[in-house]
């Protein structure tokens, strides 16, 4: 006997064929639970930091005062309690405030899915560091590579454009922009901090990332000890350099002791060390003026030394 067709009406169910237009929407809305902190887990490798900064501040005030606003999202676990996709700033809040509970919504995403939407969640703050943003467009640039049905097709860095070109959609970056925070992932954490920390501008530390490992961590002694970081045009010849297997330590060395054309050397003296030799009032400058001069009746008292002693 053949069965009859289903009717797809768009409902979940037949109950909704006796609602009204508000309480259909009512049933439609994403369900919020009051979950226990202790039940919530932070998300597998999240890329982005909790800093305890004004922001972090601001929302504790605003929870303080109105509690949580927008609920997280969630995951179940495996194992038991949930996993974090978006909230974990709120988590943190909360937890500061001693509250006990957070409003959150509980849905069942895959891998590909969580990570795409916790990426897309977190782009939207206000204050992100270039390594944040580099795990988090790597981390939803594989995650597309994943998803059923894509193809590969790579460009000369390696990466599916269609994937690139999906993830520049939405985003606050370009689609070359994105490709060179994805570089960043290549560096070593020392550099990559130094990059954070906006001792290394983007563009030259994505030179750097073509660099090996081992490369890294000698240039990495290089800039301790010559106290300086390489400019674009360094940071390129290093690249090339690289390439061709020919940065050696002592090539790093003669590149990094390269004074730039915008460097001005210096010699760091601490205050504490000269003070005894000025009155209490001397300023940082007069003491600069009054060491020029020093330093220039030094240097007759040493001509007039070989002056004599070639006699």
Do not use: W
Not at 270 to 275: D, L, S, W
């Amino acid at each position: 006997m053949n069965q009859r067709p289903k009717i797809d009406l768009g409902m979940s169910g037949y109950e909704e064929l006796f609602m009204n237009d508000q309480e259909r929407a009512d049933a439609r809305k994403p369900k919020v639970d009051d979950i226990p902190l202790a039940e919530l887990f932070p998300f597998k490798d999240h890329p982005f930091q909790v800093r305890e900064d004004e922001e972090l501040e601001r929302l504790k005030e605003s929870i303080r005062e109105s509690g949580v606003l927008v609920p997280a999202l969630a995951r179940p676990k495996e194992g038991g309690g949930y996993e974090l996709i978006s909230g974990h700033r709120r988590m943190t809040a909360c937890r500061a405030l001693g509250l006990e509970t957070m409003p959150v919504i509980v849905r069942d995403l895959t891998d590909e899915e969580a990570i795409i939407t916790m990426v897309d969640a977190n782009l939207q703050r206000e204050h992100i560091l270039p390594s944040e943003k580099a795990f988090a467009y790597k981390m939803k640039y594989d995650a597309l590579k994943r998803m059923p049905g894509r193809k590969e097709n790579g460009d000369q860095l390696g990466h599916d454009k269609r994937s690139i070109d999906e993830l520049a959609e939405g985003s606050p970056d370009s689609r070359n922009q994105i490709q060179r925070y994805i570089r960043l992932t290549n560096l070593i954490p020392e550099i990559l901090q130094m990059v954070d920390d906006g001792k290394i501008a983007l563009t030259p530390a994505v030179e750097l990332s073509y660099l090996s490992a081992e490369e890294q961590s000698r240039l990495l002694e290089q800039m301790d000890y010559t106290d300086s970081t390489p400019s674009l045009s360094q940071a390129q010849r290093m690249r090339r350099m690289s390439q061709e297997q020919e940065l050696t330590a002592d090539e790093l060395y003669g590149i990094m002791s390269e004074v730039k054309g915008n460097q001005v050397e210096y010699v760091k003296v601490p205050t504490e060390r000269i003070r005894d030799f000025f009155r209490p009032d001397t300023s940082v400058k007069q003491m600069q003026d009054t060491l020029v001069k020093a330093m220039d009746h030094y240097s007759r008292f040493l001509e007039r030394q070989r002056d004599r002693d070639s006699r």
